[in-house]
């Protein structure tokens, strides 16, 4: 995108927060027989399993036409993406924020403790979002060592700015515009991804992809950015970009099965200046120069582990068919290894590419769920090059064998007549058409393992009863959205 949050998720021991990566816990932990995944809404899940993956239970759990009983005027508007999910402090249920990218605001939507929606508002509208927004995490004290607070980040051009946002704030502060981090950055950011408080211990280490391609005007193209501060200190840290040791700033030299020493180097001042004059000081400081990274996620479990961090390059072409020279055109996903006692040391290597299967591998890989054992890539496929043989899927790569299998596809059924009629009024039968948002592990949170909520972005079902949907009147797109809850996903 665009858009992840998704991406990270954790257990919040007290208040029972998730966030938007995903947690390992033991298989036998206790199931909670409160929670009924009986379909609630009248939307079928627009997504189904891939060969191989047969054992996955997929339903709704939200869909933009639901009626919730509580605020039956609520409407959960389109391009659902970054998201956090948690108990809820003042009852039985649970809360779920969602960012809608396009809208540029942030919904919250109240569940009972079986798990059916009841009600919903906004807490950021497109005043207050002021940019579209992407990808999410949700830090909070047990995991990140402060907060809670929703960090979710703003992608609309090099001035654009990290968000800090109370999930228990309330809807009339929802045209707020003081809540970005200029310490953090200014770029077309993606995600903001705080690594646990174990990974670190006394500090905060924060990382933040730019959806940024290579053009003339724009040379440094998208980078890493990593912002380190004390534990919860958003105002007064540092801002590094990602380089090679060796200086080299090509993108496509790097192959699989290579690894490359790279270091973090200061971006003096960062706070104080513009995301222009940030983007030449990091080209000057020889940042190596990615294809659009969108999202980021840090691998679960032990500390070491937490600094295991993987990010995904969406990649780019001028006319859908020609690679821009050095960089990727059909997506990448890295791996990146945090030296253990300086988070501005590490290794980086290549673990997965679509460059040398054109439109039957990996297409444009935008968001990423990241569990104890395997990497779940999402796909964005709406850059419609021509050579693209499959619609958007979500992958699963296992960390340990290397392995890529497809694991998630859309389900856009282009000969049902009907169908068309209710999802697919926008008429685009292009492959790839629909997107992914957040993929989030819910299964601490609700008591259920091997649980997730996926987001999904129906671009051609569209409606003018969505219009307006967080009541700012700034913004006109129609589009409908909905989210997933899939069981039986390995960890």
């Not at 992608?155 to 502060?173: K, L, R």
């Not at 200014?186 to 995600?191: F, P, R």
């Not at 440094?220 to 840290?237: E, K, R």
Request: hydrophobic letters at 35%.
């Amino acid at each position: 995108m665009k858009f992840n949050f998704l991406k990270s998720i954790a257990l919040l021991g007290i208040t029972g927060l998730s966030v938007i990566s995903c947690q390992n816990d033991d298989e036998g932990e206790k199931t909670n027989k409160n929670i009924d995944f009986t379909t609630k809404s009248k939307v079928p899940a627009f997504v189904f399993a891939q060969p191989g993956f047969e054992n996955l239970q997929i339903s709704t759990l939200i869909a933009t036409t639901d009626v919730l009983p509580e605020s039956p005027s609520f409407i959960y508007a389109g391009q659902p993406d970054g998201a956090g999910f948690m108990k809820n402090q003042n009852g039985d249920g649970y809360v779920m924020i969602t960012n809608h990218e396009i809208i540029q605001s942030v919904s919250r939507v109240y569940f009972d403790k079986t798990l059916k929606p009841v009600k919903g508002d906004y807490i950021v509208d497109a005043a207050g979002g002021q940019t579209r927004l992407c990808s999410a995490t949700l830090a909070t004290p047990d995991i990140h060592g402060f907060g809670p607070i929703f960090l979710t980040a703003g992608e609309s051009g090099q001035e654009s700015m990290v968000h800090g946002v109370d999930p228990f704030g309330t809807a009339n502060d929802k045209s707020r515009k003081d809540r970005v981090l200029p310490a953090l950055g200014k770029a077309s950011m993606e995600n903001a991804v705080p690594l646990t408080k174990k990974a670190y211990p006394g500090k905060s280490v924060i990382i933040m992809g730019e959806d940024q391609s290579y053009a003339a005007s724009h040379a440094s193209a998208g980078q890493v950015i990593m912002y380190v501060s004390t534990v919860g200190d958003l105002n007064n840290g540092k801002l590094y970009a990602l380089k090679r040791n060796d200086n080299v700033q090509v993108e496509t030299t790097m192959t699989v099965g290579n690894s490359f020493d790279v270091s973090f180097v200061e971006i003096p001042n960062a706070k104080n200046i513009t995301g222009a004059e940030i983007n030449t000081k990091v080209n000057d400081l020889k940042a190596i120069r990615f294809s659009r990274v969108e999202d980021i996620d840090y691998r679960k479990g032990s500390a070491k582990n937490n600094r295991e961090v993987y990010f995904t390059a969406t990649g780019q072409s001028s006319n859908g068919t020609t690679p821009v020279e050095g960089y990727t055109m059909w997506g990448r996903v890295y791996k990146l290894v945090l030296d253990e006692k300086d988070p501005l040391k590490g290794k980086l290597e290549l673990v997965v590419e679509g460059d040398s299967t054109p439109g039957t591998g990996v297409i444009n890989p935008d968001n990423l769920c990241v569990t104890e054992n395997y990497v779940y890539i999402q796909e964005d496929g709406d850059s419609y090059y021509p050579d693209a043989k499959h619609d958007s899927y979500i992958w699963q790569y296992n960390i340990t064998s290397k392995v890529n299998k497809p694991w998630l596809n859309m389900n856009h059924k282009r000969t049902d007549a009907a169908w068309n009629t209710l999802y697919n009024t926008a008429n685009n039968n292009r492959l790839g058409s629909w997107e992914y948002g957040a993929m989030e592990d819910i299964s601490d949170v609700i008591g259920v393992p091997n649980t997730f909520i996926v987001n999904i972005h129906p671009h051609t079902w569209v409606n003018n009863d969505f219009k307006n949907a967080d009541g700012s009147g700034l913004t006109s797109n129609t589009e409908g959205g909905q989210t997933v809850i899939i069981r039986n996903v390995q960890r």
